[in-house]
T-cell receptor
Framework: GAVVSQHPSWVICKSGTSVKIECRSL??????MFWYRQFPKQSLMLMAT?????????EQGVEKDKFLINHASLTLSTLTVTSAHPEDSSFYIC??????????FGSGTRLTVV | GIQVEQSPPDLILQEGANSTLRCNFS?????LQWFHQNPWGQLINLFY???GTKQNGRLSATTVATERYSLLYISSSQTTDSGVYFC????????????FGKGTSLLVTP
């Protein structure tokens, strides 16, 4: 089946620094990648949609200058949390649609900003 | 936007018991998926089921698209079934983004 590899699995960073999260589609081409955020004991909320070769589309209330998304190739999309603050601590997870298997999710990245 | 409601929000079962989880959605959808989120946060795709019935071992799912609901059946539950079960739908014209319900938190006790 379709596989999306997400790295890192967890990261702890100091307030004010930036963190990059990568998602790679391993056995299919992902022209679209969705980025979700999940706070403890809550559901997944869509943050943004990235499309290969074009600018990402952000959901209402998501700061595009804080959450930089790049989708430079058909197999790689990245989310960079810039100038991270403790309130950015969350679980971030990417997803790509596949016609055969529905939506495949990465394993998620647990970000802790201290 | 489309509303996705899951019930019950919490469920405690004794090992070996059966259960049914429900997902109601407010509008027509292109697709529907059931996921299990394990304690480490990983989302496991259980079923890709826009309509009809599917079975995979002790789990089965039924979606009645015309009545806008889906059911997930867990039989002979095991402690490893514990976690959160999410229903997610892909509404028309959404750009394929999934909308998630709030989930059902399941705890299976020995």
């Amino acid at each position: 089946g379709a596989v999306v590899s997400q790295h890192p699995s967890w990261v702890i960073c100091k307030s004010g620094t930036s963190v990059k999260i990568e998602c790679r589609s391993l056995d299919f081409q992902a022209t679209t990648m969705f980025w979700y955020r999940q706070f403890p004991k809550q559901s997944l909320m869509l943050m943004a949609t990235s499309n290969e070769g074009s600018k990402a589309t952000y959901e209402q209330g998501v700061e595009k200058d804080k959450f930089l998304i790049n989708h430079a190739s058909l197999t790689l999309s990245t989310l960079t949390v810039t100038s991270a603050h403790p309130e950015d601590s969350s679980f971030y997870i990417c997803s790509a649609p596949d016609r055969s298997y529905g939506y495949t999710f990465g394993s998620g990245t647990r970000l802790t900003v201290v | 936007g489309i509303q996705v409601e899951q019930s019950p929000p919490d469920l405690i079962l004794q090992e070996g018991a059966n259960s049914t989880l429900r997902c109601n959605f407010s509008d027509s959808v292109n697709n529907l998926q059931w996921f299990h989120q394990n304690p480490w946060g990983q989302l496991i795709n259980l079923f890709y089921i826009p309509s009809g019935t599917k079975q995979n071992g002790r789990l089965s799912a039924t979606t009645v698209a015309t009545e806008r609901y889906s059911l997930l059946y867990i039989s002979s539950s095991q402690t490893t079934d514990s976690g959160v079960y999410f229903c997610a739908v892909d509404p028309p014209n959404s750009g394929y983004a999934l909308n998630f319900g709030k989930g059902t938190s399941l705890l299976v006790t020995p």
